[in-house]
Nanobody, 118 residues
Framework: QVQLVESGGGLVQPGGSLRLSCAAS????????MSWYRQAPGKERELVAS????????NYADSVKGRFTISRDNAKKTIGLQMNSLKPEDTALYYC???????????WGQGTQVTVSS
């Protein structure tokens, strides 16, 4: 059974930092591209950042470029999202996603809440 478990969310003041983590199990992690998505109340889920299976390439939403950094450790089957200079508009439920497009596999975690407020 595939499990993606996010952690690291919380309440932070504007300008602060948080690091999210996602631990994967039940899958061949190195086959999967990994991503972070977020969904704010009343809004659609949006892609925040993605990283290829080898970690050789990353992609970011324009709204987080220069502030967020995605990383992965294939040996530990984890990904991270370092979030700096947080803004109130970053407030959302953040989800970890694993995708193996060739075979059509797509898995989601339960999400971790990030709230940026003074």
């Amino acid at each position: 059974q595939v499990q993606l478990v996010e952690s690291g969310g919380g309440l932070v003041q504007p300008g602060g930092s948080l690091r999210l983590s996602c631990a994967a199990s039940g899958l061949t992690f190195s086959n999967y591209g990994m991503s972070w998505y977020r969904q704010a109340p009343g809004k659609e889920r949006e892609l925040v950042a993605s990283i290829t299976s080898t970690g050789g390439s990353t992609n970011y939403a324009d709204s987080v470029k220069g502030r967020f950094t995605i990383s992965r450790d294939n040996a530990k089957k984890t990904i991270g999202l370092q979030m700096n200079s947080l803004k109130p508009e970053d407030t959302a439920l953040y989800y970890c996603n694993a995708q193996w497009r060739v075979v059509g596999y797509d898995f989601w975690g339960q999400g971790t809440q990030v709230t940026v407020s003074s």
